[in-house]
């Protein structure tokens, strides 16, 4: 079972290291100002540049607990945990759920 979690957690890191190097490398060619050339490296939708964002988010704060086992630091497991808790995930469910929502009626 630990196998698989640590397996799941790498593969969260290299979808999340994928989405930044894609990301990095077409705002790099991207022209304009800041905010242009983060819509354009994201296809011009803000709901994809947010969705990103939290992809990114989500996958460093899901593969925490696992790297803290990796380098045997159980203190520092049990004060990500103590920050994961479950009302703070649902209001940061809530948050993205509203800001996505937001960005998609923008477009509408």
Known sequence: MHTLRVILALA???LAAYIVTVFVMEYREARGSVWERLLEAARDSATILWQKF???VAAGGASLGQFTD???QP????????AMKPEYVAAFTIAVALIS???RKRTL
């Open 54 to 56: 939290v992809i990114i």
């Open 70 to 72: 990796l380098i045997d």
């Open 101 to 103: 929502w937001w960005a």
């Open 75 to 82: 203190e520092l497991k049990s004060g990500i945990q103590a």
């Open 12 to 14: 969260a890191v290299g």
